[in-house]
């Protein structure tokens, strides 16, 4: 069979979120400028945005894909060194092993998983009230999860045969325990500034 290879884009501009917050990780959204325009293929199609005034019913089925961590590394092989827990957030400082040791946990291919719309209500009660805004959505708590590598991968839904972007990956437990829903950038409610940069870009 022959062997091929999917073409690779140049970008010349990275564009944040005005309002985004290293703290708070709200509004964690970026577009990036391409160099040339992208020649669609049956391998390489757009998806529509999800407009402003999109509702998803709380346990809709959507999908997210990536390339991030597919298994958590084991105690005895990553020492984690040092914690500081900001807000609510955890985050963990490794030393160059354990970083290593968790890029051999990401796949060669890419990884697809179903995952359910968790009500903002019910996600404010596991993550906290302060910390889930109007710019979030979560998904998951099902069995599966994205995790470390796949942030600014979709979650894309499906309606009436139409696929949306629905959110970006985000964050979420530091130890991707599927327990836990993930957190995503909410398109919807960012799609002004996107339709905006883009009109002027």
């Excluded at 199609?45 to 991030?68: D, E, H, K, N």
């Excluded at 979709?154 to 045969?161: A, I, N, Q």
Aim: proline share 6%.
């Amino acid at each position: 069979a022959a062997f091929s290879i999917d073409p690779s884009f140049l970008y010349v501009q990275v564009i944040t979120h005005p309002l985004y917050s290293s703290t708070t990780i709200n509004n964690d959204i970026a577009l990036l400028k391409l160099s040339s325009p992208v020649t669609l293929t049956p391998r390489i199609s757009p998806v529509c945005l999800a407009p402003s005034a999109l509702s998803i019913l709380p346990g809709t089925r959507c999908f997210t894909t990536g390339w991030g961590r597919t298994a958590t590394t084991s105690k005895s092989s990553v020492k984690q060194k040092y914690t500081e827990r900001i807000t609510t957030h955890l985050f963990t400082v490794q030393d160059n092993v354990s970083c290593f040791l968790l890029v051999l946990a990401s796949p060669l291919i890419l990884q697809q998983t179903g995952v359910p719309i968790i009500s903002p209500a019910l996600c404010k009660q596991i993550w906290g009230q302060n910390t889930i805004t109007d710019a979030m959505i979560c998904a998951g708590a099902s069995g599966s999860s994205s995790c470390q590598g796949d942030s600014g991968g979709p979650l894309v839904c499906e309606r009436s045969g139409v696929w949306s972007l629905v959110g970006s990956v985000s964050w979420g437990i530091n130890t991707c325990d599927t327990r836990f829903p993930g957190v995503y950038a909410r398109i919807s409610q960012l799609r002004s500034w996107i339709d905006t940069t883009i009109a002027s870009n």
